[in-house]
């Protein structure tokens, strides 16, 4: 599972509402996206962007790719999230304005438990110690969007955020399965006594 801690969000601009999360290698192509209600939005899907180049097929504005370009080598290389706006889109068709932010993925701490801190406390960010080959990204929209603070009000701010969205995720797929199974046990029932009641009627 990728790392990257709250701090480092916070120092980045924060996490919004509307974002698609993935990972990208240094020279530019899509190696993971999850799904997200912007994606649906723009019209975008996780499968088109897997294995495209960002940079040389989804933003076709030269200057807007060297940019990003020089944004994600200065992650890669220092370990220091960056943000950068450009428009982006699927090849052929229509672009959409946007907020890249780069992060790198990050080593451990030494012992997470020693940083528990309030949201509004300003702990420098965990950075990673290497040289990265792949890159965390966050695309959201150019504008508009409702920062998201963690779900605690006291959280240690060197928090894994992936491991929040993956016990959001099970949390909400929990849920949605007794939904579903609710659902089906009510089917069943109005299956049966439909059942039933056809076959009394045959009997008359």
């Known amino acids: ?6 701090s480092t ?3 980045a601009g924060g996490l919004v509402e509307r974002a698609v999360w993935g990972k990208t290698s240094v020279d530019g192509h899509f190696l993971g996206a999850g799904p997200s209600p912007f994606l649906d939005a723009v019209g975008w899907s996780p499968r088109e962007m897997i294995g495209t180049s960002m940079l040389n097929e989804w933003i076709p504005n030269e200057a807007e790719r060297e940019n990003v370009k020089a944004v994600m080598t200065n992650t890669a290389t220092t370990g220091t999230p960056s943000r950068v706006p450009c428009h ?46 792949e890159l965390i990204y966050q695309i959201t929209p150019y504008a508009g969007e409702t920062t998201i603070q963690p779900s605690v009000e006291l959280v240690s701010t060197n928090e ?45």
């Open 1 to 6: 599972m990728p790392r990257l801690a709250w």
């Open 9 to 11: 969000i916070a120092h």
């Open 88 to 133: 982006m889109g699927p090849p052929n068709r229509n672009v959409t304005a946007v907020t890249v932010c780069f992060y790198p993925q990050e080593d451990a701490p030494p012992d997470s438990s020693l940083d528990v801190l309030a949201p509004w406390m300003e702990p420098s960010p965990v950075r990673a110690k290497r040289r990265q080959t």
């Open 160 to 204: 894994n955020i992936f491991l929040e969205l993956e016990t959001a995720r099970s949390t909400s797929f929990q849920y949605e399965f007794q939904q579903k199974r609710n659902e089906n046990a009510g089917m069943k029932v109005e299956i049966e006594e439909r059942l039933r009641s056809r076959a009394q009627k045959r009997v008359r």
